[in-house]
C-alpha cells in the first residue's frame, strides 16, 4: 500500500497495488457524500478489483500521521 497527498488541493490517494497503469481504472463509483458528509472515490479495474481509493478533503478524513511526508 502506498499513499499520496496533494497538500494544494487536499486529496490523497491510497493505492492498493503497485501501479496503475494509463487506461487500468475501468470505474470509479463515488462513496454517498451524505454518508461520510465528504468526498471519496473508489478505483476498479475492468475485472472488479479495487485498485485505490482517492479521499478529498483529506486533512480531514485521514490521520496528520499518514499524510505527513507523502506530499506530490
Known amino acids: 500500500?502506498?499513499?499520496t497527498f496533494d497538500a494544494s488541493v487536499d486529496a490523497a490517494?491510497?493505492?492498493?497495488v503497485d501501479e496503475i497503469?494509463?487506461?487500468g481504472?475501468?470505474?470509479?463509483?463515488p462513496v454517498d457524500p451524505?454518508?461520510?458528509?465528504?468526498?471519496?472515490?473508489l478505483?476498479?479495474?475492468a475485472?472488479?478489483?479495487?485498485?485505490?481509493i482517492e479521499v478529498l478533503e483529506a486533512s480531514r478524513f485521514l490521520s496528520p500521521k499518514l499524510l505527513r511526508?507523502?506530499?506530490i
Do not use: K, Q
Open 43 to 45: 478505483d476498479f479495474d
Open 13 to 16: 490517494y491510497i493505492y492498493l
Open 47 to 52: 475485472e472488479g478489483r479495487l485498485l485505490g
Open 34 to 41: 451524505r454518508e461520510i458528509d465528504g468526498m471519496i472515490n
Open 69 to 71: 511526508d507523502r506530499s
Open 21 to 23: 497503469t494509463a487506461g
Open 1 to 3: 500500500m502506498r499513499v
Open 25 to 29: 481504472v475501468a470505474r470509479t463509483v
